[in-house]
């Protein structure tokens, strides 16, 4: 974990007071949102215990009903990392399921056949709007709007209404469940743990990864160095649309279904994730695993809302906005802390 | 020889002015819809009302126009507003669920009391924005998103999750009603936009405006108060965001908190980009803004009229968007026009590469990293 928090230690170690080197350490937003996923899942527990709140199964279904989310946070930690934004995670995330459900349902191809095409397309449509950016240098804000629009409009040329998947063979992977002894995961969890392992193996200890925290720094100073920031550029858009693909398969799976309004809106579900999990949205600063526990911290929130069964689901939305706005504040007092 | 070089060169300044690209896109829309219906021109009378295809895009634009507007005053300072989708959801729902309330919804005060009340909450969104962006330095893309994304939730509260129908005369009269033969909400958009000029142009408030986009702090440092006029921008955007929510309420009779005002930033910001306005600060057209807005109301409007799908409205937005970006990326320009073509319309382009090389965190503050040179 702190193959990447080089530069800090070296000024830190002159820091003399131990609080203030504890303010100062970029580690500090993740653990935050550690201990508040802990604190959270602790009152969950106190009240809800005689509701089966404290089951593993609990804990293991935060995986399996937001493991569409964490891949596609995954995606946009990246793109954060790097600087970027991308708002066309939740409609590359619907058409992804859209296009899955029409090749296997109205076309009639094996699922093990539309799997890589979905991922081809999504990957495809990442590095084009990577690409865009980089070689125009028009705002990734405005380039990945256009793929909102565009992703969002092939959707509704597929299919205006939703299709459902009948497919055994999607049925039987929806289903599948892998047993831990004290519960169980189903595939799309699995998948979803394997991508962050892979994206934090990447960030951390590869080249690219490097890179990816080299642009978002400061991408002056990256490209002075000789850095290739474009080409790194592009590969983090292109992550970005790979992940969405592969959450948008994941969903699939999870709702078995194509639905030309699925998962509307999700792009900020991830950026929020991104961002309680102590990612800095300048870029540069933050861990992959902040984004697990921001996925984590907005699942509890649903499910602690599950169990109270008298309020209803746009307490949600306030308690993610209310989230997101303390993160960023505590974000903003780190940061200028860091600056003096 | 001269005749032709002086023709040229008023050419050149025609071609140049800052609203030709966008007036020439309205144009050219609104003469595609001809040959699939004859009279899209004409205006007709009818039970005292204006009828016709342009006042119609009108009509139904007024909203986009509102909150087109103040969004544009906001990118002028170098930030950007999502969360007025949310406040227009807001605003609808707390003034139609005051009116529901009463006992009699036709009552005049209780309907200007349901819009003060919602125009206040506008406002102290926008405060609020203002305030994380201003204050406590934040970038506004994020800062916003936090009432982009609870807003909504707000407003589901508000209306319990349900929508709210209203029935009651004079509210209808703001987005469905009629004036002097016209819409009557296109009386509130002129005004708004006649007060938005006159301030932003008149007077020295949109040189101030622009000063912030340009560099905040060089223009706090030669004595503007550029948080203050951050704070006001952000509130007037909410403001503009607060009228087209009781537009687009009263024009349905009813506060929907999950779909009012859905994906209005996004058609709000893409009007901006069409008029001109460029995304990094400092500069800004409302002039443009407005055609901007039109030009996104008339795509829509001509879909409908020329038969193709509906559907494709989302594509074909995505690639209007995609051709005017490229259009206005200087680089594009240089690559695909030449070197020559990209040097001669340096001046047209002038706008947005001027505000590039500003102070980097000014600019990064606009957007993530694209002042790259």
């Known amino acids: ?27 500090l937003p993740v653990a935050v949102t550690a201990l508040l996923f802990l604190l959270m899942y602790g009152v969950g527990l106190s009240r809800y215990q005689n509701y089966g709140f404290g089951e593993p199964q609990v804990f293991l279904n935060l995986f399996i009903d937001n493991g569409y989310l ?21 409609s590359m995330i619907g058409f992804t399921t859209m296009f899955t459900a029409w090749l296997v349902e109205r076309q009639g191809l094996p699922l093990l ?49 939703s299709i459902s998947i009948s497919d055994s063979s999607v049925s039987s992977m929806a289903q599948a469940q892998v047993s831990l002894g004290m519960g169980f995961l189903s595939i799309g969890a699995i998948v979803s743990l394997v991508v962050l392992a892979v994206a934090f193996y990447v960030l951390h200890y590869t080249r690219f990864g490097r890179r990816v925290y080299a642009i978002g720094g400061n991408e002056q100073s990256a490209m002075l160095m000789g850095l290739p920031q474009g080409g790194t550029k592009i590969a983090v858009y292109t992550v970005s649309g790979f992940c969405s693909a592969l959450a948008g398969l994941l969903f699939t799976l999870y709702i078995q279904s194509g639905d030309p309004l699925h998962a509307t809106g999700m792009e900020l579900d991830a950026i929020a994730a991104v961002v309680i999990g102590g990612t800095l949205l300048t870029g540069g600063s933050g861990y992959v695993l902040g984004t697990l526990f921001g996925v984590l911290v907005l699942g509890l929130i649903k499910s602690i809302i599950q169990f109270e069964g008298t309020l209803s689901s746009w307490w949600t939305k306030i308690a993610t906005g209310v989230l997101l706005c303390a993160f960023i504040l505590v974000q903003r007092f780190m940061t200028t802390r860091k600056k003096t | 020889m001269t005749t032709s070089s002086t023709t040229s060169s008023r050419w050149r300044a025609l071609t140049h002015h800052h609203l030709f690209w966008p007036v020439a896109v309205l144009v050219l829309l609104l003469l595609v819809n001809v040959p699939f219906t004859p009279d899209f021109f004409s205006i007709k009378m009818a039970d005292g009302h204006l009828y016709g295809s342009l006042v119609s895009i009108v009509l139904f634009g007024s909203p986009l126009i509102l909150v087109a507007v103040g969004m544009t005053l906001v990118i002028a300072t170098g930030g950007i507003d999502l969360s007025v989708g949310a406040v227009v959801a807001i605003t609808g729902a707390l003034a139609c669920s005051y009116i529901s309330d009463q006992s009699d919804q036709g009552a005049l005060a209780g309907v200007l009391l349901a819009m003060g009340l919602g125009l206040l909450a506008a406002v102290v969104c926008g405060l609020w924005n203002g ?32 929508i709210i129908t209203i029935n009651s005369e004079p509210y209808k009269l703001i ?57 006001m921008v952000y509130a007037f955007c909410a403001l503009c965001a607060g009228i087209a ?31 001109g306005t460029s995304l990094l600060g400092g500069r800004f057209s409302v002039g443009g803004t407005v055609v901007g807005a039109l030009v996104i109301q008339t795509l829509t409007t001509t879909i409908y009229t020329i038969g193709v799908p509906t559907q494709t409205n989302l594509v074909f937005k995505a690639a209007v968007v995609i051709v005017v970006c490229l259009l206005q990326s ?12 990209g040097a001669g319309s340096g001046a047209k382009g002038s706008g947005k590469p001027a505000a590039a090389p500003a102070d980097p965190t000014a600019a990064s503050e606009a957007a993530p990293k694209m002042e790259v040179s």
């Open chain 1, 113 to 161: 056949l539309v799997i890589p095409m979905a991922l081809g397309v999504g990957a495809l449509g990442g590095f084009l709007m990577g690409y865009v950016i980089h070689n125009f240098e028009i705002q990734p804000f405005i380039v990945t709007l256009a793929g909102l629009f565009l992703f969002r409009g092939l959707c509704l040329v597929i299919s205006k209404e």
């Open chain 2, 175 to 231: 987005g469905g009603g009629y004036w002097l033969t016209l819409p009557f909400s296109i009386f509130v958009v002129a005004a708004v936009v006649a007060v938005t000029v006159v301030l932003t142009r008149r007077t020295a408030l949109g040189l101030l405006v622009e000063a912030v986009g340009g560099n905040a702090e060089a223009s706090r440092l030669v004595g503007i108060r550029s948080r203050r006029i951050k704070i």
């Open chain 1, 1 to 27: 974990m702190s193959a990447t928090t080089q530069s800090p230690t070296a000024s830190e170690s002159r820091t003399p007071s131990g609080a203030a080197r504890l303010l100062g350490d970029r580690r």
């Open chain 2, 245 to 275: 929510g009781l537009m687009i309420s009263s024009n349905t009779s009813a506060a929907d908190g999950n779909n009012a005002g859905l994906w209005i930033e996004l058609d709000a910001i893409l009007a901006v980009v069409i008029g």
């Open chain 2, 131 to 162: 305030f994380l962006v201003a204050r406590m330095g934040i970038q506004p893309i994020i800062a916003t998103l936090i009432i982009m994304v609870a807003g909504r939730g707000v407003a589901q509260l508000i209306t319990d999750g349900q």
């Open chain 2, 330 to 341: 200087p680089k594009f320009r240089a690559k695909v026009f030449g070197a020559r073509f």
């Open chain 1, 70 to 90: 964490l891949v596609a946070a995954v995606g946009v930690t990246f793109v954060i990392l790097s600087g970027g934004i991308d708002l066309s995670v939740g």
